[in-house]
């Protein structure tokens, strides 16, 4: 390998610890998902999906309703042989986790130490972005993947 060819890897800095910026590789998988560009979205109580507390509780009552009473239901039966289901579930969900970590921490590094963890967090201007709060609701509204239509703001 020579020097040249070296020079060209982009070095890690703070506002790109991985060498390359993240954001523009999620931008373009997010819109050609999406539709629509990650920018784009706006959170609207009562339209964005997980806004109200009556979608919540039904989420969650949902949830339990299934869990016990799948247990109920497969108490007194064989359990069933998924293990290669589970490990494509498993290897999806922590795919998708671990790009979202990324992305977080490509957007917090350069806030945090340049300012803080207190300016970060807790100031007016300091570093829920855009970008941040869009990977926020993803993986917190959505954690199964990015396969459910977010509201567009104006």
């Known amino acids: 390998m020579s020097l040249d060819s070296l020079k060209s890897i982009p070095l890690p800095t703070l506002d790109r610890p991985f060498g390359i910026e ?3 590789i999620f931008d373009k998988a997010f ?6 560009a990650p920018t784009d979205f706006k959170f609207v ?3 964005t999906p997980m806004s109200t507390f009556k979608e919540t509780a039904a989420v969650l ?3 339990y309703i299934i869990i016990f009473g799948g247990r ?3 108490k007194n039966r064989p359990p069933f042989k998924l293990n290669a289901l589970f490990m494509i579930h498993n290897f999806y969900l922590t795919a998708i986790s671990a790009v979202l970590l990324a992305l977080f921490f490509e957007q917090l590094l350069s806030e945090v130490v340049r300012n803080g963890v207190f300016h970060a967090i807790c100031h007016h201007d300091g570093g829920w972005t855009k970008q941040l709060v ?3 609701y993803v993986r917190v509204a959505n954690p199964r ?3 459910t ?3 567009v703001g104006s």
């Open 61 to 63: 009552v949902s949830y």
């Open 72 to 74: 109920l239901l497969m």
């Open 149 to 151: 239509k977010l509201t």
């Open 22 to 24: 993240l954001w523009p």
């Open 134 to 136: 869009i990977l926020y």
């Open 31 to 36: 819109t050609s998902v999406m539709g629509y």
């Open 145 to 147: 993947g990015l396969n």
């Open 45 to 47: 109580g009562g339209k």
